[in-house]
């Protein structure tokens, strides 16, 4: 049984079992492209959310992705680090800070970005344009159907 082909699983007839494994084999060829840009795949979703945004906190960052807040907390710590966002008070709610993206991370957003849509033109060579629309809108579909389970840790 080879990685690629799994059909000597006794799991390979459940569609969510293929779906596992479809997410687990892009997620690893895009890991490649988050690794040279020095963020891996949950920062990079952090900053492309928080840079969509108006004036995110954690805390709406965190319910808005399904990410545990504390969790994102250490998330936006390393961020932080990074250069890539700034954390600013809130003028309305002293409590609260603004999580926003620097220029830099716009810059990696973007070159990140560029990087992804040609590594997922690459991985989907093999279906159609009509057929990656029909799973991009079937799996899209899906999602939204059942948003209590895309909690993430």
Do not use: C
Request: negative net charge.
């Amino acid at each position: 049984m080879s990685e690629a082909n799994e059909e000597g699983s006794p799991l390979w007839h459940l569609t969510g079992f293929r779906l596992i494994k479809l997410g687990e084999l892009v997620q690893a060829a895009t890991a490649s492209v988050f690794e040279a840009m020095e963020v891996s795949a949950r920062q990079f979703h952090v900053l492309a959310t928080a840079a969509t945004m108006a004036e995110p906190s954690q805390r709406e960052l965190s319910r808005t992705l399904g990410i545990d807040p504390n969790v994102m907390v250490g998330v936006v710590d390393e961020l932080e680090r990074l250069g890539l966002v700034e954390r600013v008070r809130n003028p309305n709610d002293r409590r609260r800070y603004i999580v926003t993206p620097t220029p830099r991370a716009l810059q990696v957003l973007a070159d990140a970005r560029a990087a992804v849509e040609r590594t997922e033109r690459e991985f989907f060579a093999g279906v159609s344009e009509e057929e990656r629309q029909v799973l991009h809108e079937l799996s899209g579909r899906l999602i939204g159907q059942h948003p209590q389970v895309t909690k993430t840790e």
